[in-house]
């Protein structure tokens, strides 16, 4: 007699079937029904477990982190500090005394008038310096963390979407569902916003697409209150200070004045002739980017990514197609005529569905970096190519997110003068799924370090490169909760975390020149000291 | 307006343990259930060697794949430890207790001992399983993944995933097939 009860062909029906039975409360007394009933008991029950562990070790550190308060350490120390001391006068005999006081005295006369010309001297050349280089900039007074300045949007008013700091540190571009805002980084004064098509905004409201109507994609992208979601790279300011190109999130692309606001170029993706429907003089060439669009009824293409060139002539566009079929192409666009310079179309094999990505630039323009969601959220690979031919250098796949449910960002970020990549890789299993942030030398094809971090997949380096900003889960049970926790890029160890933002951070970006980063989540813009 | 948060207790500052517990904790605390009677003391042992984790930087210059060997390892010394100390215990979990009232046959004290004992030997005849059976296994019950999961994410076909699958459940369900002593 075959005992075989369960067999290779039906084995995931038959647990689902045994395991619907076990959750009827009803006893299971067949040996096969029994076996499947045990197995989910016991290992439910070691998750519990688990997970009541976590809370005692969170516990436990917070009894030590009180243990270790700063008065009990100072308390410490007077006794330490005596066996330090030089050898007082009290202690000296009396001639040598005199003696000594005389020479004492002049010493320090003339040591504190030559402290006082060497502390002139450094002063006047830092602010000579600091005037020299940036006329208009402050210097920093707060302590790492703290908050210069905060934006929180009306509970009805519009989700924050996507940040970008200006090349001279001075102003933030803030992409909301209702346009895009910029605004001095420190004081939010003079605030431009930007004069955007109505049918580019209508793609951010929630629950349409002019496109495709499909609701499940727009929510799926957008930051939700509570954490999930994807984030997105679809404000890029250019390396010279003078446009921002923006994308709606649907086929259209516009490039604005960064100081007024006023709209520069809009190219329509999915418009064969390149005219749109709001009356505005078209730039877009008609070879732009629709001839590559697949005649198909499954939705028009759908912008994912921006980035400049290094330069600020070229757009990198991640385009995904036709959602329905999911093809993927990086564009390079001309920025000023918005012609096509070059379409790469991405390809992650037969009945792949490519989903999403964002594209970057390495700091040289000699690489062009994606990061390519496909197959529903689920996989990830990350491309480059080698800008003077277009060849592919480097592919790496990124893991599997089982559930379906996309909890981390889609980021990539080159290490400043160097052509190191740093990406999120995800491994793992279903609800213990996690991700490894690794960097590489994309020239060498060697990868330089794997960071211990629980990332998010948002990134902002340190302009000299020494640091890297990276969005991190600090509750290994679910993806929500987020700290920006900065690690030293050479070790790996954090340096500093930063708790202030509360909800899913939807991007981060450190300032050119160092001194600050801006996050912010669907509700609330920080600017804060970077450490 | 600024938000000025309040660290609450319900975060680890280090993140390279909470990324170790994420990995691991699940596989050390099935591990550790099958070395202890009770789940108090597996949370317990479980708890003392991730303190140890917190406190030691030895486990910190291991390659990743090394993790859970000294986990494990930690913990068997725990094991040993645990077994000097205790002694015949009188005291019965709170959940068995209240259970003990029932007069049901099916949740009956004999019942519910013969369910202990049989999950116990469930325990360690899935630790004596090889490992990538043990491995799928907690995919499947542990993160609920189907097979066609488990095989992407294993790199594995599809049906050898079936096919161990299928073999686990047929060789634990020996178990419940076997004649016991002193069972109705």
């Keep these: 007699m075959n005992d075989e009860i369960f067999t290779p062909e039906r084995v995931d029906e038959q647990i689902e079937q045994n395991l619907s039975f076990s959750r009827s409360g009803q006893f299971a007394r067949d040996p096969g029904e029994r076996v499947v009933q045990r197995l989910h008991a016991l290992y439910e029950e070691d998750m519990l477990a688990t997970a009541h562990v976590w809370e005692r070790l969170i516990r436990q550190e917070s009894r030590w982190n009180i243990a270790a308060q700063p008065t009990e350490i100072m308390q410490a120390l007077p006794r330490e500090r005596s066996l330090l001391e030089p050898l007082s006068p009290a202690n000296l005999p009396r001639r040598q005394k005199k003696y000594t006081s005389r020479v004492s005295a002049f010493s320090r006369r003339v040591s504190l008038f030559a402290a006082v010309l060497v502390l002139a001297f450094l002063v006047g050349s830092l602010i000579f310096v600091l005037q020299a280089a940036h006329p208009s900039t402050s210097v920093v007074t707060g302590k790492p963390g703290q908050t210069v300045y905060s934006l929180t949007r009306d509970p009805e008013g519009q989700p924050f979407v996507d940040l970008a700091w200006s090349p001279d540190s001075q102003r933030v571009a803030l992409l909301t569902t209702g346009g895009l805002q910029i605004w001095d980084a420190t004081t939010g004064a003079n605030k431009v916003t930007a004069h955007l098509p109505a049918d580019m905004l209508d793609a951010f409201i929630m629950g349409s697409l002019p496109a495709t109507g499909d609701s499940s994609y727009l929510s799926a992208r957008l930051p939700a209150s509570g954490g999930g979601g994807a984030n997105i790279r679809v404000l890029a300011w250019s390396p010279d200070g003078k446009w921002i190109a923006v994308s709606g999130m649907g086929p259209e692309l516009a490039i604005v004045n960064a100081q007024t606001g006023a709209l520069a170029h809009y190219f329509n993706l999915a418009s064969s002739t390149g005219v749109v429907t709001e009356n505005l003089p078209t730039t877009g060439s008609s070879t732009l980017l629709s001839a590559h669009m697949p005649a198909s009824g499954g939705g028009g293409p759908t912008i994912s990514g921006l980035a400049w060139s290094p330069n600020s002539q070229q757009l990198a566009v991640t385009v995904v197609a036709d959602r329905l079929n999911g093809s993927l192409s990086l564009n390079i666009v001309n920025a000023q005529s918005g012609t096509l310079a070059h379409h790469l179309t991405i390809s992650s094999g037969a009945d792949v569905l490519n989903w999403a990505g964002v594209a970057s630039w390495s700091p040289d323009g000699k690489y062009l970096a994606a990061h390519v969601i496909r197959e529903s959220q689920v996989l990830s690979t990350v491309w480059v190519w080698d800008t003077s031919n277009y060849q592919v250098v480097f592919k790496q796949d990124g893991g599997v997110q089982a559930g379906g449910t996309f909890e981390y960002g889609d980021q990539l970020a080159w290490q400043p003068h160097t052509n190191n990549l740093v990406f999120a890789v995800g491994e793992g299993t279903g609800k213990l799924f996690t991700i490894k942030v690794e960097l590489w030398d994309i020239a060498k094809h060697t990868m330089l370090q794997q960071y211990p971090v629980i990332s998010l997949g948002q990134f902002a380096w340190s302009p000299n490169g020494t640091y890297l900003a990276v969005v991190t889960a600090y509750n290994p049970s679910v993806y929500h909760g987020q700290w920006i926790t900065v690690l030293n890029a050479t070790s790996g160890h954090p340096v500093y975390n930063y708790k202030q933002q509360t909800g899913h951070i939807a991007a981060l970006a450190w300032s050119p020149d160092g001194k600050y980063i801006v996050s912010c989540d669907e509700s609330t813009v920080k600017v804060w000291v970077a450490p | ?184």
């Design chain 2, 1 to 184: 307006m600024e938000h000025r948060e309040s660290q609450t207790a319900s975060t680890l500052d280090d993140p390279f343990i909470v990324r170790l517990y994420q990995k691991h904790a699940l596989s050390l605390m099935t591990y550790v259930r099958r070395h202890v009677r009770t789940r108090e003391d597996a949370e317990d042992i479980v708890l003392e060697v991730f303190l140890a984790a917190m406190k030691q930087q030895e486990i910190r210059f291991l390659p990743e794949e090394k993790h859970l060997a000294w986990l494990q390892r930690v913990a068997y010394h725990k094991f040993v430890d645990h077994y000097r100390h205790v002694s015949a215990r009188s005291m019965v979990p709170l959940e068995e207790a209240s259970e003990q009232l029932l007069t049901d046959d099916d949740h009956g004290p004999e019942q519910r001992a013969l369910r202990n004992e049989e999950d116990a030997l469930l325990r360690e005849r899935v630790g004596q399983l090889p490992e990538h059976y043990q491995t799928i296994l907690q995919l499947r019950f542990a993160n609920g993944m189907r097979c066609t999961e488990i095989a992407s994410h294993l790199q594995k076909s599809d049906g050898a995933i079936r096919m161990v699958l299928s073999r686990a459940l047929n060789a634990l369900r020996e178990i419940y097939t076997q004649p016991k002593e002193g069972r109705r």
